[in-house]
């Protein structure tokens, strides 16, 4: 399945702003992928997934300017 790459910069985007409104969470752990994970490791996960996603778009449009 093709996806367009303004589907990867929405992600990323929702993916930031899932990872800064986790900075104002009081909690001390966070439940990612059924397991309590400390809220650090909930938040380095949803910044990492939200560059992973910015890259694959960036990636993607350097590609099409080329072409």
Do not use: P, Q
């Not at 560059?51 to 778009?57: I, N, Q």
């Amino acid at each position: 399945m093709k996806m367009s790459k303004n589907v990867y910069l929405g992600l990323a985007i929702l993916f930031l702003i899932s990872f800064i409104y986790s900075l104002f969470d009081t909690r001390t752990t966070h439940e990612l992928l059924f397991w309590e994970v400390n809220i650090w490791v909930y938040r380095f996960f949803r910044l990492a997934v939200a560059v992973l996603f910015m890259k694959t778009y960036l990636d993607k449009r350097k590609d099409e300017n080329v072409n």
